[in-house]
Nanobody
Framework: QLQLVESGGGLVQPGGSLRLSCVVSGFTSDYYAIGWFRQAPGNEREGLSCISSSGGRTNYAEFVKGRFTISRDNAKNTVYLQMNSLSPEDTAVYYC??????????????????WGQGTQVTVSS
């Protein structure tokens, strides 16, 4: 069983940046791809980015391409999401999740079997 813990959320002004962290613990925690998702009030959860187990392959949703960067440090069992040029529309609870696979397979929830508790990101002046 894996455990995922997100951190790094907070309040940031429009145009600002945040780096979220997702610490993954458990047996063979570095074997699985990790995805980042978010959910704003009243909205459905949406997938943002995914990174393969080795970190060699990444994927981004179109609306975050060029602004968000995903990376992972398997020595630290941590996956990061660097978010730049944030706008109020990015306000949401951000979650990381462990895929059932070592490769990125899209953002369908059934492909992810362990989830963190989420970290709040608020973009406001």
């Amino acid at each position: 069983q894996l455990q995922l813990v997100e951190s790094g959320g907070g309040l940031v002004q429009p145009g600002g940046s945040l780096r979220l962290s997702c610490v993954v613990s458990g047996f063979t925690s570095d074997y699985y791809a990790i995805g980042w998702f978010r959910q704003a009030p009243g909205n459905e959860r949406e997938g943002l980015s995914c990174i393969s187990s080795s970190g060699g392959r990444t994927n981004y949703a179109e609306f975050v391409k060029g602004r968000f960067t995903i990376s992972r440090d398997n020595a630290k069992n941590t996956v990061y999401l660097q978010m730049n040029s944030l706008s109020p529309e990015d306000t949401a609870v951000y979650y990381c999740a462990s895929s059932k696979y070592s490769y990125c397979s899209g953002y369908v929830s059934r492909n992810y079997n362990y989830w963190g508790q989420g970290t709040q990101v608020t973009v406001s002046s």
